[in-house]
Nanobody
């Protein structure tokens, strides 16, 4: 059973930066994909970025260059860097993981548009608030 724990959320001033972490454990297959999503209460969940165990990265919306994803292989931690935080960014940010026996399968998971249903394990979320 894959377990994910997000951290790093908090209160940030507009224009500030934040790095969210997603610590993963319990992978039983060779390949995995980890995606970042966010959700505002009452609104649809929004897909952001995805990274595979082979360090392929994908953005659901490439115009959102303020967001970037990276991975620390040794720590099995995936990061979401958010720069120049804007009033539209407050949300609960979730990471989610999908595992597979083949690289092609996780590449498909990460390929835009990200589908939340492709990811079987979810973290509890971390709240990001933007306020001056």
């Amino acid at each position: 059973q894959v377990q994910l724990v997000e951290s790093g959320g908090g209160l940030v001033q507009p224009g500030g930066s934040l790095r969210l972490s997603c610590a993963a454990s319990g992978f039983t297959l060779d390949y995995y994909a980890i995606g970042w999503f966010r959700q505002v209460p009452g609104k649809d969940r929004e897909s952001l970025l995805c990274i595979t165990s082979s360090d392929n990265t994908y953005a659901d919306d490439p115009s959102k260059s303020r967001f970037s994803i990276s991975r620390d292989k040794g720590k099995k931690t995936v990061y979401l860097q958010i720069n120049n935080l804007e009033p539209e960014d407050p949300a609960v940010y979730y990471c989610a993981a999908g595992v597979a026996r083949r690289l092609t399968a996780v590449l498909a998971m990460c390929a835009p548009p990200l589908e939340a249903s492709d990811f079987s394990s979810w973290g509890q979320g971390t709240q990001v608030t933007v306020s001056s």
